[in-house]
């Protein structure tokens, strides 16, 4: 059964945000949201030598004016995992 990731609650029940990460701190590969999947897929590597330096995602329920779902980005001392 494949999870619809992108329509997981904007918010818990405390009135929080949820975000799905997609690339975690550290990262040296940009995965992507795949709907029809209903997964985390490999989107590409990034040039040698760089990493994303926070956890990148977007707030599952929201749509921005591209269309997809808003972009986030997560500061933390750790990274997630997605």
Known sequence: MALDLENIPTRNST??????VESPRGSGVKFKCEPALGAIAFERPLISGLVYPFDWGFVPG????????V?????SNQ????
């Open 62 to 69: 929201t749509r921005a004016a591209d269309g997809n779902p």
């Open 71 to 75: 972009d986030v980005l997560v500061l």
């Open 79 to 82: 990274p997630a995992f997605p």
């Open 15 to 20: 009135g929080s945000f949820r975000v799905v």
